[in-house]
Every structure is written in structure tokens, then in C-alpha cells.
């Protein structure tokens, strides 16, 4: 699995960004993918998760009630809409997928085989 991630920028805080990745290879119904972010000088932290098979969605505490994570079956394709940004949401957003999506460890980077490039977004106060 490829993945392809784009969407970020330059915005106000208050603002809002649509950041998007796109899938190539295989997908199954076991698959899941996800959005991790990384600051400067922090660790990798779980942002938002999908279960392609079930369609259930999983936040992370920080961002819950922002941002809203959707998926496009017939594109491979999922969303992070990001509303309300604040300054420490500045960070390298990278999309992540795994074909062994499990609820009980959706929120560890190591537990996900497939990353995308990483895109930057950029709150300004």
C-alpha cells in the first residue's frame, strides 16, 4: 500500500484545512487508516483513525470534537476536515494504513505497517 498525502498550508488560528490521502494497492475489509501528527522535538501522536470495514471512527483526545476523519470506499481515498485550529495543532501530518486494523492499538504508531509522506500544516496565532 502507497499512500499519498496532501491538504496542508498556511492558516489562522480559528481556521480551517482539509487535509487528504489517497490510497494505492490493496485495501481489505480488515483495513484501517488513520492520521498521526509530529511537532518539533515531540513523538508521533494518533490524531484520527477509520476501520474501512465497519466505517467507526476514533479520535484523539486533543483534537476530538475539531476535526472529523471520512473515507471515499470507491477512492481509497480518506478526509481529516480540520476546524477550530489552534497554534499547537502545528505539526507534520502524516496518513498512516494497516490491513490488521484493531481497536485495541489504532493509537501506537507501531502498530500501523503503511505511512505516507507527511504534509505540514501551519497555525498561526
Known amino acids: 500500500v502507497q499512500l499519498q498525502a496532501s491538504g496542508g498550508g498556511l492558516v489562522q488560528a480559528g481556521g480551517s484545512l482539509r487535509l487528504s490521502c489517497a490510497a494505492s494497492g490493496r485495501i481489505f475489509s480488515s483495513t484501517g487508516m488513520g492520521w498521526f501528527r509530529q511537532a518539533p522535538g515531540k513523538e508521533r501522536e494518533f490524531v484520527a483513525a477509520?476501520?474501512?470495514?465497519?466505517?467507526?471512527?476514533y479520535y484523539g483526545a486533543s483534537v476530538k470534537g475539531r476535526f472529523s476523519i471520512s473515507r471515499d470506499n470507491a477512492k481509497n481515498t480518506i478526509y481529516l476536515q480540520m476546524d477550530s485550529l489552534k497554534p499547537e495543532d502545528t505539526a507534520v501530518y502524516y496518513c498512516?494504513?494497516?490491513?490488521?486494523?484493531?481497536?485495541?492499538?489504532?493509537?501506537?504508531?507501531?502498530?500501523?505497517?503503511?505511512w505516507g509522506q507527511g504534509t505540514l500544516v501551519t497555525v498561526s496565532s
Open positions: 498512516s494504513a494497516d490491513n490488521t486494523f484493531s481497536r485495541l492499538t489504532y493509537a501506537a504508531p507501531r502498530a500501523w505497517s503503511y
Open positions: 477509520v476501520s474501512w470495514n465497519s466505517g467507526n471512527k
